[in-house]
């Protein structure tokens, strides 16, 4: 599937500055859940108090997820295991997106096949739509999302509706899901089967396209909305896409080391280590030149590219000849993050191939 592109009203595609605190001078966050406000079964430092001051200063929430299987009160009962404040009227879910997506193309009751879980069924039964499992009842339009009970048999079900002339819909791409075992079947490989077997691509909803974020938008309310994520291709792709700056965060799957190293699809807008970056001001890069060397300073770090290597200023190169992860602290990752993406739009104006050398960076907590 074509996979979207940044919006005309898109933030720039480099790191900006808030004198305020982000909380103060965005009205509503658009919240990823695991690996931003929890890590599976794990807590998320700094989370809950963050969110729940952000919420206290005024900053409207909405709890955006690419996780079908879950119904929003079930969400809401995850937050509260992690001291999060948060109501079912707040959670928006790729299984919610899928179902608004299908009110566009066909009837309103219409009967849908849920190839998934609960999640699906409760998003499209608040929409209007009936619900089966079976493709003898002649369902018009098919949503598959992710759930452990999709099977063999529900799958089939699924191709002989769309062999039969149903819509499919996905509530997202996801090729893998993160488990404590490591990385299994996400939505988008069970996906691929059915399209493997009914020769038809879907329509998507869910990150990283944009639809997500301005459906939730709209739920929400709010006119200067934020996203918040871990993972660059699919959190960032989406809000930059949808033209939303985004706060990217050191909790999930996306290290440091891939965002000083993102494409400018993926760039987020603010840095942090964690969702203190929602409370706090953010110090403006400002670029700086000396003895015809351009730096980028934020707050007291400077940083710039010579050569195909990074380099802070009173630091030095940012090498690990030994492979070990180079410790360096918020500023100075934000610096190093606005100097690599600068270096990198100018190789690519002038159509050079160059690449830059990166550790691996540990970003030493403020």
Request: proline content about 6%; charged content about 20%.
């Amino acid at each position: 599937m074509t996979m979207p592109q940044a919006s005309d009203t898109a933030a720039p595609a480099t790191l900006l500055g808030s004198e305020q605190p982000l909380c103060a001078a965005y009205d509503v966050a658009l919240l990823d859940l695991d690996g931003v406000c929890f890590a599976g079964q794990a807590r998320v430092p700094h989370a809950a108090d963050n969110v729940n001051a952000a919420r206290k200063a005024g900053m409207h929430l909405s709890f955006v997820t690419n996780n079908a299987s879950r119904a929003p009160q079930t969400v809401v009962d995850k937050l509260a295991d992690n001291d999060i404040i948060a109501e079912a009227s707040e959670v928006f879910s790729a299984a919610m997106d899928a179902a608004a997506m299908l009110t566009e193309h066909v009837e309103p009751g219409s009967m849908v096949l849920v190839v998934g879980g609960d999640g699906v069924r409760q998003a499209l039964l608040d929409e209007g739509f009936q619900v089966t499992s079976s493709a003898q009842d002649a369902p018009v339009a098919v949503v598959q999302g992710w759930d452990p009970a999709v099977d063999w048999a529900l799958l089939s079900e699924g191709v002989y509706a769309i062999n039969a002339g149903a819509l499919h819909v996905a509530t997202n791409l996801d090729a893998t899901l993160p488990t404590e075992r490591g990385f299994a079947l996400g939505n988008g490989s069970l996906v691929a089967a059915i399209v493997h077997a009914s020769g038809k691509e879907p329509l998507a909803g869910g990150k990283p396209f944009p639809g997500i974020y301005t459906r939730a938008l709209k739920r929400a309310g709010g006119t200067r909305p934020l996203a918040v994520g871990d993972r660059l291709n699919t959190d960032h792709v989406g809000a930059r896409a949808a033209g939303i700056p985004g706060l990217h965060v050191l909790t999930g799957v996306s290290d440091a080391r891939d965002v000083i190293c993102a494409p400018a699809t993926e760039r987020p807008s603010f840095l942090h280590t964690d969702l203190r970056g929602l409370t706090e001001p953010h110090p403006e890069p400002v670029r700086v030149e000396v003895d015809g060397q351009v730096w980028w300073r934020v707050g007291n770090r400077s940083a710039r590219v010579l050569g195909s290597r990074l380099e802070l200023q009173d630091f030095g190169a940012v090498t690990s000849p030994d492979g070990s992860a180079v410790r360096i602290d918020l500023d100075s990752y934000r610096a190093l993050a606005v100097a690599a993406w600068d270096w990198a739009d100018a190789q690519d104006r002038q159509g050079e191939a160059a690449t830059l050398e990166v550790p691996e960076i540990e970003v030493i907590e403020p």
